[in-house]
């Protein structure tokens, strides 16, 4: 059988489409394959280099067939729709795949190991249920404020729903569907407060964690969070690439020899971006009444710059200790 340069493979639930390409960029061979004969397939070849999107299921066939032998590389789903030359069809999404994946300046994403995806599902439920817990916390307030009842801002407030429930002039059937979504709310306080516990359970345990959590700002959600994206920090060059993989660096736009520079470019992991600006706001809150030199850089900032700038420098270079301490397995070193 000949060995092809690369070959695009487009997965779904059932059928696996495949197209072969050499490195000039000619189809050597379409196939299509059931789920079941995809490990057979692969496991007949004597050398193969797979490419495959980045999308549901790929980084478990990428780690069943590197177990195989088998060089893969998965390409964001992103990169791959602008060699998308046809109408959408499983053949054409496998030929796109192949030609990205022989485009020498491609960006690929690191296949994830078994416990980084598991500690991935676990940040996805905490902010499912976050998402959940704050639309049935506003749904309640409104619901109460159709009757003339206004609550005060936080969850404690919550916490006088049924006292102001039984005194509000509503019918009993109004106070059973209020009541009803107030133990909503408060189940997935709970809920989120179990998720909460398991986040910081595992990091007490992880080496990695223990030492990410010694900066300022930096807590068991955001290490654990890190040690599920990143994976190895070798893949980045340096502490800026990664923080610009997150979208912590500006964007611009150029033309005529002109170039404009605009706010961040939010590319990458949303969710981590947002909990490293969200780390780094709690560092300003209290960076006045401290004295150590990060304190201090970032008050100056926040004055001569603005908070929200302020929050998203401190967030870029949190983002690059965070790289240098795993890259190099360092301890964090505050100076004076």
């Not at 307030?141 to 609550?151: D, H, N, Q, W």
């Not at 560092?283 to 401290?290: D, G, I, N, Q």
Request: aromatic residues 6%; glycine residues 8%; positive net charge.
């Amino acid at each position: 059988m000949r060995d092809a340069t690369v070959i695009g493979m487009d997965i779904s639930k059932r059928n696996f489409e495949l197209c072969e390409m050499d490195s000039r960029g000619k189809v050597l061979l379409r196939k299509r394959l059931y789920r079941s004969e995809v490990l057979v397939y692969f496991a007949q070849r004597s050398r193969s280099e797979v490419v495959m999107e980045s999308c549901g299921g790929a980084h478990y066939w990428a780690r069943e067939l590197i177990k195989l032998g088998v060089e893969v590389k998965l390409i964001a789903p992103q990169f791959v729709k602008p060699f998308v030359r046809s109408n959408k069809s499983d053949a054409a999404d496998a030929e796109a795949i192949s030609e990205a994946g022989l485009r020498p300046q491609m960006r690929f994403v690191e296949v994830k190991t078994v416990a980084q995806q598991e500690l991935q599902h676990l940040h996805r439920i905490r902010e499912r249920v976050i998402k959940a817990k704050v639309a049935a916390s506003n749904e309640l307030r409104g619901m109460l404020l159709e009757y003339g009842v206004a609550i005060a801002q936080g969850k404690r407030a919550l916490l006088l729903v049924p006292e102001l429930v039984h005194r509000a002039p509503m019918s009993e059937f109004g106070k059973e569907l209020v009541l009803e979504v107030w133990r909503e709310v408060q189940l997935l306080e709970e809920r989120l407060a179990s998720l909460d516990g398991r986040v910081r359970k595992l990091s007490s345990v992880h080496p990695v964690c223990r030492r990410l959590e010694t900066i300022p700002g930096v807590g068991p959600i955001i290490s654990t969070a890190v040690v599920a994206a990143m994976g190895d920090p070798t893949r980045f060059k340096n502490g800026r690439q990664f923080a610009a993989s997150l979208g912590l660096v500006p964007k611009h736009s150029g033309t005529g020899g002109k170039l404009k520079i605009l706010g961040i470019s939010k590319r990458g992991d949303g969710y981590l971006r947002k909990q490293l600006i969200h780390g780094a706001r709690s560092v300003l809150y209290v960076a006045a009444k401290k004295n150590d030199r990060l304190s201090r850089w970032a008050t100056k900032l926040k004055i001569s710059r603005g908070w929200n700038r302020a929050s998203v420098a401190l967030a870029n270079k949190n983002a690059r200790v965070i790289w240098a301490l795993m890259r190099y397995e360092n301890d964090y070193c505050t100076t004076a």
